[in-house]
Nanobody, 118 residues
């Protein structure tokens, strides 16, 4: 299994940027597909971006395309989410997620709060 710890959240004005990081520990971090999810106030958790274990395939939700960039460094067991042009509707708790390809078990971090003021 893998343990995940997020960092980098905070308060930012609309139009600003934040970079979230997720540090993984445990065996075979590089084997996991890694994703960022978010849950806004009164909303369900939704997927933001996914990067496959080898980094070759990336998915973005339509709401963040062109503004957010997901990346990973398997040598450092980290995955990042660069968030630019932030909007108030991006306000949410952001969670790091790991899942083995074809697996059914999700591993989650504790979440990091992102607040975007207008």
């Amino acid at each position: 299994q893998v343990q995940l710890v997020e960092s980098g959240g905070g308060l930012v004005q609309a139009g600003g940027s934040l970079r979230l990081s997720c540090a993984g520990s445990g065996r075979a971090f590089s084997s996991y597909d890694m994703s960022w999810y978010r849950q806004g106030p009164g909303k369900e958790r939704e997927i933001v971006a996914t990067i496959r274990w080898a980094g070759g395939s990336i998915y973005y939700a339509d709401s963040v395309k062109g503004r957010f960039t997901i990346s990973r460094d398997n040598t450092k067991n980290t995955v990042h989410l660069q968030m630019n042009s932030l909007k108030p509707e991006d306000t949410a708790i952001y969670y790091c997620n790991g899942r083995l390809p074809g697996g059914s078990i999700d591993y989650w971090g504790q979440g990091t709060q992102v607040t975007v003021s207008s």
